[in-house]
């Protein structure tokens, strides 16, 4: 689905609902706006992508950790950004590799392999 998408609704009576719900676009409720050309993801392509399940990422979005959903104004419907979500992706890379690589350089390889001096 993309950005133009949302604002087109399937049917009359559809458009009809988004309007009474609504007055803005789905993409002002988009923290920090949506992009010509950003894809929307729905939840099975966010796990997908994630290798997580909904309940981890609806309380990570709760605590503030992931990046939070974009109500369509169809029923209970939610996407999210495909940049906003890689975006998450590659912080949690970062992360990883700077701990990895403060964990390894806090312990140099050969204080693990030393033996006590004999006495």
């Known amino acids: 689905m993309n950005v133009r998408d949302i604002t087109s609704a399937p049917s009359k009576q559809a458009q009809a609902t988004c309007q009474k719900r ?13 992009e010509q050309g950003d894809r929307l993801l729905t939840m099975q392509e966010v796990e997908r992508m994630t290798s997580a399940r909904k309940s981890w990422i609806y ?3 709760s605590r503030g950790l992931f990046p939070r959903a974009i109500r369509l104004c169809t029923s209970r419907r939610v ?5 906003a979500i890689q975006g998450w992706i590659d912080a949690q ?3 990883a590799t700077t701990t990895q690589s ?3 350089s806090t312990t140099p390889a050969t ?9």
């Not at 409720?29 to 949506?34: M, R, V």
């Not at 996407?79 to 940049?83: H, I, L």
């Not at 204080?111 to 006495?119: S, W």
């Open 22 to 34: 609504r007055t803005r676009s789905a993409a002002v409720y988009a923290h920090g706006g949506l």
């Open 59 to 61: 309380d990570r979005i």
């Open 79 to 83: 996407a999210w950004s495909e940049k």
């Open 93 to 95: 890379k970062a992360t």
């Open 102 to 104: 403060t964990a390894t």
């Open 111 to 119: 204080a693990l392999h030393t033996q006590p001096a004999a006495e």
